[in-house]
């Protein structure tokens, strides 16, 4: 009995924090001009590459975070979203 308890639990976990990237992912992608101003405001990044990561940075969010829900390649879904936040 616990041990379902504890895939049901991991499942809906699992669940849950793909869903939390979809909607990121979705809502930087909708705007993506105000991204583009927060990648760049960070400083961080030469100018030619500003633009390049603030439209990836949102594919992969949405595109990871929906292998996350649908339950595919978990694992490197699970690695690459760790590896970006």
Known sequence: MAWFMLVKL??????????????????????IGWFIDIVRGYGILPNFLVFVV???IPFFEF???LMLVLGL???FS???LISMV
């Open 10 to 31: 991991i499942s809906i976990l699992r669940v849950t924090i793909g869903l939390f990237f979809i909607v990121s992912g979705f809502l930087k992608g909708i705007d």
């Open 78 to 80: 699970s690695f690459v």
């Open 63 to 65: 595109l990871f975070g």
């Open 73 to 75: 390649w978990v694992r």
């Open 54 to 56: 603030s439209v990836l």
